[in-house]
Each structure stands twice: as structure tokens, then as C-alpha cells.
């Protein structure tokens, strides 16, 4: 079960002002390309800390992650932390597919939610 919440968070340098830093620091490197399908889910989040959370949608504490983004969102917001991006990245299997509304439910509307297709390349 644990292996399903993986929950990756590249704040980098975040407590720092890294989250504020438009240039490229010696600490941070540009993420590799991935795709979902034709999108490149990372294309718009060049330059700023991302918060990627790859969760299973058949999963219920992965969905509880999930409702819980917004929280920390507005969270690191309310500290003066903005210009953050964030993406849920549904599991490729078959019952994190058929839940995938579920998953997009409960996430707030200013968090992207991709689905993986079952027979394409696994990004996880």
C-alpha cells in the first residue's frame, strides 16, 4: 500500500524563497521530460517549485491526499509562498482508471489531475 503514495514533492529550496526564485540556482536542475500521451504536464511549470503527487485513485488514502492539496496550497500561500504549480498524476492500472472522476473530485479546480493511459508508457 505504501508503494501507491507516492507523493513526490520538489520544493526546492522552499523554506529559502526557492519557490519565489525565477533564475536558475545552482541547487535546482531542470526536470527531465515526461509525457502523458501528447502532454508534457510539467511544459508550464518551468521555473517554479512543483508539487507532483502520484496517487492511485483506487486507493482511499491516496484520495484523502488528494482532497488535501487545496489545504496545502493555500497553506504555503497564506506564507507568502505563490508562483507554486501543482499536478495529481493518476495510477495506470486498470482500478485507478475506472475511479478516475473519484480522483478528480477531489481535487480543488486550481490542481491539473492527468490520467495515464493503461497501455501507454508509465510516468510513475
Known sequence: MWRSLGLALALCLLPYG?????????????????YIG????????????????????SCYLCLLQASRLEDL?????????FNISYIVVNHQGSPSQLKHSHLKKQVS?????????????DVW
Open 38 to 57: 501528447d502532454q508534457n504536464p510539467m511544459l508550464n511549470s518551468e521555473g517554479k517549485v512543483t508539487v507532483v503527487a502520484l496517487l492511485q485513485a
Open 18 to 34: 526557492g519557490a519565489e526564485s525565477q533564475g536558475q540556482s545552482s541547487a535546482c536542475y531542470k526536470a527531465p521530460e515526461w
Open 73 to 81: 496550497r493555500i497553506k504555503l500561500e497564506s506564507q507568502g509562498y
Open 109 to 121: 479546480e486550481h490542481i491539473a489531475v492527468y490520467r495515464q493511459e493503461e497501455d501507454g508508457i
